[in-house]
């Protein structure tokens, strides 16, 4: 069954550096995604990505954040100067459609970011 | 602004024993309300996904309904086992322009004794 991959599972960085999450989003799909879920809080929207333009953010997804469709298959996410605050699971999820209705959202296995 | 709570946050039971797990949001203008189930350090399944116009649905021994007037959705589990322990998350989409960002509860982490 087709499953949507992310790299690394676990990132440890210094405040301050630049880090690059990935994720291989189903095939298929057009609709892509990033949460995060801070240890033993909710899982937060980020950033929802289609057609190769940012559809829409959450007021975390500052200037700090970007995301990018590099090629056809890798979908980025770059924190440009990693905060304390930033240490969190990160979840890459795609979708076939705009994941309203009944369209569901398949999830990555995250990456577990954790700044020093 | 939407708010998704769940209750209990956590639910120890026998195994065989049938259980609800409960999700209650502020805005009932959603799109659609979905359950996934988290393994610890594990990412999100999805385990069912009700649309607005619809009441339930089910798969196996789970059966997840959704009443919007009264802003609650409930996830039944029959004959519960141990492979069942994990954490339950419900999440709704709401109308109003989302691109379809899910809102998510903190979720109930149900332990199922042998």
């Known amino acids: 069954e087709p499953e949507v991959t992310q790299t690394p599972s676990h990132q440890v960085t210094q405040m301050g550096q630049e880090v690059i999450l990935r994720c291989v989003p189903i095939?298929?799909?057009?609709?892509f995604y990033w949460y995060r879920q801070i240890l033993g809080q909710k899982v937060e929207f980020l950033v929802s990505f289609y057609n190769n333009e940012i559809s829409e953010k959450s007021e975390i997804f500052d200037d700090q954040f970007s995301v990018e469709r590099p090629d056809g298959s890798n979908f980025t996410l770059k924190i440009r100067s990693t905060k304390l605050e930033d240490s969190a699971m990160y979840f890459c999820?795609?979708?076939?459609?705009?994941?309203?209705?009944?369209?569901?959202?398949?999830f990555g296995p995250g990456t577990r970011l954790l700044v020093l | 602004k939407q708010e998704v709570t769940q209750i209990p946050a956590a639910l120890s039971v026998p195994e065989g024993e049938n259980l609800v797990l409960n999700c209650s949001f502020t805005?009932?203008?959603?799109?659609?309300l979905q359950w996934f189930r988290q393994d610890p350090g594990k990412g999100l399944t999805s385990l069912l996904l009700i649309q607005s116009s619809q009441r339930e649905q089910t798969s196996g021994r789970l059966n997840a309904s959704l009443d919007k007037s009264s802003g609650r959705s409930t996830l039944y589990i029959a004959a519960s086992q141990p492979g069942d322990s994990a954490t339950y998350l419900c999440?709704?989409?709401?109308?109003?322009?989302?691109?379809?960002?899910?809102?998510f509860g903190k979720g109930t982490k149900l332990s199922v004794k042998p």
């Open positions: 095939s298929n799909h057009l609709y």
């Open positions: 999820a795609s979708s076939e459609r705009w994941a309203v209705t009944k369209e569901t959202q398949y």
């Open positions: 805005d009932s203008a959603i799109y659609n």
């Open positions: 999440a709704a989409v709401n109308y109003g322009g989302s691109q379809g960002n899910l809102i």
